[in-house]
């Protein structure tokens, strides 16, 4: 069973690489921004810089903030003076019974007015190339869709495990196959163009209400009130990553805390999937360690395992986003200590199965239920 589930993963990068289309079309458009962001923010110029080489250009970028005692508040401050590019800093106040990136969200969505065609929502933590914005708005501006989106690209931005594990799995669940049914898609809360026609008739921005997930919340609300969604599978947005151990122990343990609250059909299956092919790690090696025999089962895992490392690289590479040297390297090393990656995947998901205290960025909630939530704690921001 192990060996299927490598093999299907396998064969849905394949698939991705027969459709991969980078796109086209490049349609005018009004576009205003949001970025919801916190703590001291010091990537904000690097985001700046590249929302102004956009082709595309975007009509302001509209920055929301918890309040002004965030550091978030005096960075955004200090660029909006010096930026080419129109910005906006709005304070969202406190949440109480959402996440404070909902929060954060609603407050900036206010500012749209009727000169605005398209809503961009975007997270601060990625870095989005030129053709970004125009592939998002693109077919709004078309009337092809009400809702496109792409998905984060994880990229590995300092020499440390944590950063290389979460790579790993973070780039398999990125290129499984998206054209499920709309209880299963995910509408990415990180790189998200939205009609503002469409959003206004069916009331789409109401669902960060008392919420922990924009993604989940807003995949849900859109597929119940009938909007087309695209995803767009070759619209993949690079998400520097630099993190420790630790903080990817902890960023993979909330990543799936939140899925268990919104989709807990899709937390098992990640939980039997990444378990039942450890299990098939754990009994070749036993049985090769033994002189049981089975060593052709070890080596079709490891062989399926390096050539998923092969096939993710040559997805970056047709994106025009390949991997430095050093980074292919580590990354074909944990190919073939598949096992480790496993194991870390198991472990989050499993440690996931606890959601009633989330702890996000400085803010802890309590939480009920999928639409219960409660801001339990605020701690102080980060200085990192």
Request: a positive charge; proline letters at 6%.
């Amino acid at each position: 069973m192990g060996i299927a589930i490598s093999l299907l993963s396998n064969l849905s990068v394949i698939d991705r690489l027969r459709r991969l289309q980078p796109p086209r079309s490049a349609r005018p458009a009004v576009v205003s921004v949001i970025l919801p962001i916190t703590g001291p923010s010091r990537q904000l110029p690097e985001i700046i810089a590249a929302l102004e080489r956009q082709t595309l250009k975007p009509r302001r970028l509209i920055v929301a903030v918890e309040s002004t005692t965030d550091p978030a508040f005096a960075a955004a401050s200090h660029i909006a003076g010096s930026a080419a590019l129109p910005i906006e800093i709005v304070v969202a106040g406190p949440a109480t019974h959402q996440a404070q990136k909902c929060r954060n969200q609603q407050a900036a969505i206010a500012r749209i007015d009727d000169g605005d065609e398209v809503v961009v929502l975007m997270d601060g933590d990625i870095r989005p190339r030129p053709n970004w914005l125009s592939a998002l708005a693109s077919p709004i501006a078309d009337d092809h869709s009400d809702v496109v989106t792409g998905h984060r690209w994880q990229q590995v931005a300092a020499p440390r495990l944590g950063a290389h594990l979460i790579a790993a799995v973070d780039r398999a669940v990125t290129l499984l196959p998206r054209s499920m049914s709309g209880m299963a898609s995910v509408v990415w809360g990180g790189s998200v163009g939205i009609s503002r026609r469409a959003a206004l008739r069916s009331g789409l921005f109401d669902s960060l209400d008392r919420t922990l997930s924009d993604d989940l919340s807003l995949s849900e609300h859109a597929a119940s009130a009938g909007l087309r969604v695209l995803t767009r599978g070759a619209l993949l947005v690079p998400s520097p990553n630099d993190q420790t151990i630790s903080s990817a122990w902890h960023f993979g343990r909330r990543q799936y805390q939140i899925g268990h609250l919104y989709r807990p059909w899709l937390w098992r299956l990640a939980l039997v999937a990444v378990n039942l092919r450890l299990v098939a790690w754990f009994v070749a090696v036993q049985h090769v360690a033994t002189g049981g025999g089975m060593i052709w089962a070890l080596v079709l895992l490891l062989a399926l395992a390096v050539l998923k490392q092969v096939l993710v690289g040559e997805v970056a590479r047709r994106l025009d986003m390949p991997d430095p040297p050093e980074v292919r390297f580590f990354q074909l090393a944990l190919g073939v200590l598949q096992p480790l990656v496993d194991l870390f995947h198991s472990s989050v998901v499993i440690a996931s199965a606890t959601t009633r205290r989330i702890i996000w960025g400085h803010v802890v909630y309590d939480i009920a239920g999928p639409y219960e939530i409660n801001v339990k704690e605020r701690r102080p921001f980060s200085a990192a």
